[in-house]
């Protein structure tokens, strides 16, 4: 029986190879056996295909380990190719998280009501580069529409801020997230809730594979999902940006579709208390795979927290029940790779 931590080990020896096979759409850590845990972990490949003979692969790795060879499981979860999501419905005010959000082309999902930190004095909305950027990745300060475009959303009468801030995205080498904050036009009309949910107290620095959450997207509404695998790395199609590589993001699976286009940008909260977990981005074609990356990475890049009502703004609560040194888990970004995130401030007139 294979630990999370070999499994880890031959993910990162074997990952740039792996994601160099057209059929295969990304690798990470999970369960051999999700229904049966106590068989230990797997290296997971997300792939166009049945099994691992289907991809010309043995069903185990080898790994040496303190001088004894050990075998990793292989695990092939039917995968179709996974795209960024960012297509398109009703005005709400104010603003609460949830809710189609987006620039005059389209429209994607208000992810969060987040503040500055630490004084919480000026509110955001987090949702991703390709949902608040026009053109994506570019520093025009694009105006933000609820609804987003796609929805109908129009310039001046629909919009509720501009671009402040954005993570950019590589072409070349590999990213971390993809995230992006709107300034409101004044703070009151953004409110600090969560559709159907209500407040998020906080946010959590780590969740593990085997977890339950859920979400509210712009498209799908209010879902459920398990985190199936950590530590993924996936090749995302950006269409006019191209086919970018994302390392050690995190898989979750629905049994219904729980990350359609327009569903980009909707932040993931664990079932058992409502924090925050991770950021929603891209899917496969189905709907059924989530492709995101923990919201800590995103908070702690872009410099804000969960917003909080004023009333209950000394309340707010991080999160910090993580095993740190366990590969079944997420983790906190080094300062190395923090310092790696580029943050772009918007700049110029508002982009119309």
């Not at 702690?300 to 590969?327: G, I, M, N, Y």
């Given at each position: 029986m294979a630990t999370f931590a070999e499994a880890l080990a031959v993910k990162k020896r074997i990952a740039d190879e792996m994601l160099k096979n057209p059929k295969v759409q990304g690798i990470g850590v999970g369960y051999h056996d999700p229904k049966k845990r106590k068989k230990g972990a797997a290296v997971v490949l997300y792939a166009n295909a049945v099994s691992t003979k289907a991809l010309g692969l043995t069903p185990k790795f080898a790994s040496t380990s303190k001088g004894k060879t050990l075998e990793v499981p292989i695990r092939v979860v039917q995968t179709k190719k996974i795209r960024c999501n960012a297509n398109y419905r009703g005005r709400i005010r104010p603003v609460i998280a949830g809710y189609s959000i987006g620039t005059q082309r389209l429209s994607g999902t208000a992810g969060l009501i987040v503040a500055s930190a630490p004084s919480g004095n000026q509110r955001y909305i987090l949702s991703n580069n390709h949902v608040l950027t026009s053109p994506i990745n570019t520093a025009n300060r694009a105006e933000t529409l609820q609804p987003g475009g796609a929805d109908g959303g129009q310039p001046g009468t629909d919009r509720v801020g501009h671009l402040s801030r954005f993570v950019r995205l590589r072409r070349n080498g590999s990213n971390l997230v993809d995230a992006a904050l709107s300034r409101p036009v004044r703070n009151s009309i953004l409110s600090p809730r969560y559709a159907t949910v209500g407040r998020v107290p906080g946010h959590v620095t780590s969740y593990r594979v085997g977890e339950r959450f859920k979400k509210v997207g712009r498209t799908t509404g209010l879902t459920f999902?398990?985190?199936?695998?950590?530590?993924?790395?996936?090749?995302?199609?950006?269409?006019?940006?191209?086919?970018?590589?994302?390392?050690?993001?995190?898989?979750?699976?629905?049994?219904?579709?729980?990350?359609?286009?327009?569903?980009?940008?909707?932040?993931?909260?664990?079932?058992?208390?409502?924090?925050?977990?991770?950021?929603?981005?891209?899917?496969?074609?189905?709907?059924?795979?989530?492709?995101?990356?923990?919201?800590?990475?995103?908070?702690?890049?872009?410099?804000?927290?969960?917003?909080?009502?004023?009333?209950?703004?000394?309340?707010?609560?991080?999160?910090?029940?993580?095993?740190?040194?366990?590969?079944?888990?997420?983790?906190?970004?080094?300062?190395?790779e923090l310092a790696g995130i580029k943050v772009i401030r918007s700049s110029g007139k508002p982009k119309k």
């Open positions: 999902g398990r985190v199936d695998s950590v530590n993924t790395d996936v090749q995302v199609n950006y269409g006019s940006l191209g086919v970018l590589t994302f390392r050690n993001q995190t898989v979750i699976l629905g049994d219904t579709p729980v990350s359609l286009p327009g569903d980009s940008g909707s932040v993931w909260l664990r079932r058992a208390d409502n924090f925050a977990a991770a950021v929603n981005f891209a899917g496969t074609q189905d709907g059924r795979t989530s492709i995101s990356f923990p919201v800590d990475w995103a908070l702690s890049a872009l410099r804000v927290r969960v917003a909080q009502p004023a009333s209950q703004r000394t309340k707010q609560a991080t999160d910090v029940k993580s095993s740190p040194r366990s590969s079944a888990y997420t983790r906190r970004l080094t300062a190395k």
